[in-house]
Structure formats: C-alpha cells, structure tokens
C-alpha cells in the first residue's frame, strides 16, 4: 500500500515549514519570529510612552541595536488590532512574514488587510 501526501515546504521566519494544500486539517501554528517581534515592538512601545527614554535612539543604546531596526520593528505596533490578533493565534495568511512587515505597509488598517491579503472577517474596530 502507498500513501501519497502532497505538500510543499516554505520558509517562514528563516525556518522551512511543511503547507499542506486547501482543505486538509491543519492545527494553525504562530510564527514564533512574528510573535517574538510583535512582542519587543509592543514592550518598546510601552517604554517610550512611559518616559523611561526620552528618543528612540536612546532606547535602541539601551538595548544594544541599530535606531533603524528598533524603529522598522516599532512599527509593527500600527497593525491592525485583528492582524496582530491572527498573527498571534497562527491564522495570519501566507504573504505576512517579519520580512514583510519590516519593509513598508500601508498606515489605514482596511489597506493593510488588502495589502497583506488578509480579509478580516470579524472585525469591527474602526480605522
């Protein structure tokens, strides 16, 4: 007997990740790259607003990283509230990687679903 399973293997998050085709099951899996960035974004965030750095470029000294990869990563924070939501539960679609949301994306949150290629099918949060 022979089992034949079709699937293709893509790099998500600088790691090789087994895709089975539409309407296999599935256990959704987080990026653990994109929730590891989201994270720090988050937490740098919540630094600066709280005055603990006065400037970005003291914040990155603090942490020992470049003012340009602090900043692209801070960015992260202006995704929509149900992009972060899917990032975070492994529901995020194929096109949204860190190496896509480190380059430039769209600042209205519809844009960024269309962008992304990401309808968000539940949201109720306004722009």
């Known amino acids: 007997m022979t089992i034949h399973v079709p699937f293709r293997v893509v790099k998500r998050g ?12 599935q256990a959704p899996k987080p990026d653990n790259t994109l929730v590891k960035a989201l994270a720090r974004a988050f937490r740098w965030k919540r630094m600066l607003e709280s005055g603990d750095f006065v400037t970005v470029a003291e914040l990155a000294a603090r942490e020992g990283i470049a003012v340009s990869y602090l900043a692209r990563v801070l960015r992260l924070t202006q995704l929509a509230p149900d992009l972060v939501e899917a990032i975070l539960d492994g529901q995020q679609g194929p096109g949204v990687t860190l190496a896509r949301l480190m380059g430039s994306f769209p600042a209205p949150w519809t844009e960024q679903r269309i962008a992304l290629d990401r309808c968000a099918v539940n949201s109720t949060s306004a722009d």
């Not at 600088?14 to 099951?25: H, I, N, S, T």
């Open 14 to 25: 600088g790691r090789k990740e087994m895709v089975l085709p539409q309407g296999a099951a």
